[in-house]
Protein backbone atom coordinates (compact mmCIF):
# COMPACT_ATOMS: atom_id res chain seq x y z
CA UNK A 1 0.00 0.00 0.00
CA UNK A 2 1.20 3.60 -1.27
CA UNK A 3 -0.30 6.65 0.76
CA UNK A 4 -0.07 9.66 -1.34
CA UNK A 5 0.80 12.77 1.12
CA UNK A 6 0.72 16.16 -0.45
CA UNK A 7 4.11 18.15 0.70
CA UNK A 8 4.29 21.93 1.61
CA UNK A 9 5.86 22.47 -1.45
CA UNK A 10 3.30 21.46 -3.53
CA UNK A 11 4.44 18.33 -5.20
CA UNK A 12 2.77 15.05 -3.79
CA UNK A 13 5.18 12.00 -2.71
CA UNK A 14 4.17 8.55 -1.97
CA UNK A 15 4.82 7.22 1.22
CA UNK A 16 4.62 2.96 1.68
CA UNK A 17 4.25 1.11 4.33
CA UNK A 18 7.56 -0.11 4.79
CA UNK A 19 8.71 3.59 4.51
CA UNK A 20 6.35 4.26 7.22
CA UNK A 21 7.90 1.88 9.44
CA UNK A 22 11.42 2.72 8.54
CA UNK A 23 10.62 6.25 9.80
CA UNK A 24 8.74 5.37 12.66
CA UNK A 25 11.85 3.44 14.02
CA UNK A 26 14.07 6.12 13.70
CA UNK A 27 12.20 8.61 15.22
CA UNK A 28 11.40 6.15 18.64
CA UNK A 29 15.22 5.81 18.50
CA UNK A 30 15.30 10.24 18.58
CA UNK A 31 16.25 10.74 15.01
CA UNK A 32 14.73 14.31 14.72
CA UNK A 33 14.49 14.48 10.85
CA UNK A 34 12.15 11.57 10.85
CA UNK A 35 10.13 12.72 13.93
CA UNK A 36 9.41 16.17 11.58
CA UNK A 37 8.53 14.01 8.13
CA UNK A 38 6.06 12.03 10.53
CA UNK A 39 4.82 15.08 11.82
CA UNK A 40 4.27 16.52 8.51
CA UNK A 41 3.00 13.82 6.82
CA UNK A 42 0.56 13.06 9.54
CA UNK A 43 -0.72 16.75 9.43
CA UNK A 44 -0.83 16.82 6.19
CA UNK A 45 -2.87 13.37 5.91
CA UNK A 46 -4.99 14.23 8.72
CA UNK A 47 -3.75 11.34 10.42
CA UNK A 48 -4.84 12.37 14.23
CA UNK A 49 -3.83 8.57 15.48
CA UNK A 50 -0.31 9.15 14.57
CA UNK A 51 0.31 13.07 15.61
CA UNK A 52 -1.23 11.80 19.19
CA UNK A 53 1.62 9.19 19.30
CA UNK A 54 4.21 11.83 18.45
CA UNK A 55 2.70 14.09 20.71
CA UNK A 56 3.03 11.42 23.43
CA UNK A 57 6.48 10.81 23.07
CA UNK A 58 7.45 14.48 23.00
CA UNK A 59 6.91 16.03 20.00
CA UNK A 60 5.88 19.54 20.44
CA UNK A 61 5.29 20.04 16.77
CA UNK A 62 3.05 17.19 16.35
CA UNK A 63 1.35 18.68 19.54
CA UNK A 64 0.80 21.87 17.76
CA UNK A 65 -0.36 20.52 14.57
CA UNK A 66 -2.88 18.56 16.63
CA UNK A 67 -4.08 21.50 18.05
CA UNK A 68 -4.10 22.79 14.67
CA UNK A 69 -6.49 20.46 13.03
CA UNK A 70 -8.65 20.59 16.09
CA UNK A 71 -9.49 24.50 16.01
CA UNK A 72 -9.93 24.12 11.94
CA UNK A 73 -12.64 21.46 12.97
CA UNK A 74 -13.87 23.16 15.91
CA UNK A 75 -13.03 19.60 17.68
CA UNK A 76 -13.61 21.24 21.49
CA UNK A 77 -13.52 17.57 22.83
CA UNK A 78 -9.66 17.00 21.25
CA UNK A 79 -8.85 20.76 22.14
CA UNK A 80 -10.10 19.72 26.12
CA UNK A 81 -7.47 16.84 25.77
CA UNK A 82 -4.60 18.49 24.86
CA UNK A 83 -5.34 21.33 26.91
CA UNK A 84 -5.65 18.66 30.13
CA UNK A 85 -2.14 17.27 28.51
CA UNK A 86 -0.81 21.11 29.11
CA UNK A 87 -1.19 22.49 25.83
CA UNK A 88 -1.23 25.96 25.96
CA UNK A 89 -1.77 26.33 22.91
CA UNK A 90 -5.25 24.52 22.79
CA UNK A 91 -6.01 26.08 26.08
CA UNK A 92 -5.82 29.22 24.59
CA UNK A 93 -7.74 28.14 21.56
CA UNK A 94 -10.43 26.51 23.21
CA UNK A 95 -11.04 29.55 25.26
CA UNK A 96 -11.17 31.71 22.21
CA UNK A 97 -14.14 28.89 21.13
CA UNK A 98 -15.85 28.70 24.15
CA UNK A 99 -15.27 32.10 26.29
CA UNK A 100 -13.94 29.67 28.70
Known amino acids: MRLDIGRRCGRMTAVSDEEL ?3 RERAAVGDRDATDQLVELAGESGDLDELRRLAAAGSSDAAAVLVELA ?11 LAAAGSEDAQEVLAELTDE
Open 21 to 23: AML
Open 71 to 81: AEREDLDELRE
